[in-house]
């Protein structure tokens, strides 16, 4: 399963990617809004960081418009990948920007319908959002479930990209359903690298050791 960085944040994209385990990034518009300045000169600063897809998304809300956006878009580097939010207007201008070769990222994907039209239009990524579907004491994990074994029928190209991410038990799962990619903010990623035993362990094997050289 590939794991993304979900942030417009340089700082945590540039101490998370040496870990060499960072297959891209995907951000929004509240993420990229948080950091300030121009939100295009970030996205491709990103893209210089992590050669890997970097989804940047539109904010028109009108197809043609969103086309034309996306199009501008997908200019700023070539790891971009277009982020279109899931609405009539949005599948349109998915079905003709795919066939433009752009790659788009479906956002916003609350069920499997929306996320079989995506595909079925040409997305390269679905992106449920199953920490939002948790939120409202629904079952993110179960939309993803049911999207994969959906795709698993068919040979739609399309990548399940599991956002929304709101803990490790969320990367666990996925990976078990055989999601394609798990989108994570850099704090549960921290997370995975925290656990008491692998610390006292670790502990334990340089005092032995040093106790050893000292001949103990
Ligand atoms: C994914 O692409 C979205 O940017 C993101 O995962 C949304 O997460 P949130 O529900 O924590 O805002």
Redesign the pocket.
């Known amino acids: 399963m590939k794991l993304f960085i979900?942030s417009g944040n340089l700082h945590e994209i540039e101490s998370l990617v040496p870990l060499g385990i960072i297959d891209g990034i995907?951000?929004?518009p509240?993420?990229l809004a948080k950091e300030g300045g121009d939100a295009r000169a970030i996205v491709k600063r990103i893209c210089e960081v992590v050669k890997g897809p970097v989804?940047a998304e539109v904010v028109a809300t009108e197809s043609g418009a969103m086309i034309a956006e996306g199009r501008e878009l997908a200019k700023i580097d070539d790891h971009v990948v277009v982020?279109i939010p899931f609405t009539r207007e949005g599948i349109k201008a998915i079905k003709a920007l795919s066939g433009e070769g752009i790659r788009i990222n479906t956002?916003l994907i609350f069920s499997a319908t929306q996320a079989l039209f995506a595909a079925k239009a040409g997305a390269a990524y679905v992106?449920p959002?199953v920490?939002?579907l948790d939120d409202i004491a629904s079952d993110g994990m179960l939309l993803i479930e049911q999207i994969v074994e959906i795709f698993d029928h068919y040979e739609f190209g399309t990548e399940v990209l599991v956002?929304?991410?709101?803990s490790p038990m969320h990367i666990v799962t996925a990976a078990r359903m055989g999601a394609d990619i798990c989108?994570c903010?850099a704090k549960v990623i921290d997370a995975c690298f925290n656990h008491p035993l692998t610390d006292i362990g670790l502990e334990k094997f340089l005092k032995d050791w040093e106790q050893a050289k000292r001949g103990k």
Do not use: E, H
């Not at 956002?163 to 709101?166: F, H, I, K, L």
């Open positions: 979900d995907t951000t929004n509240s993420l989804s982020k956002t992106s959002f920490g939002r956002a929304s991410v709101r989108t903010p």
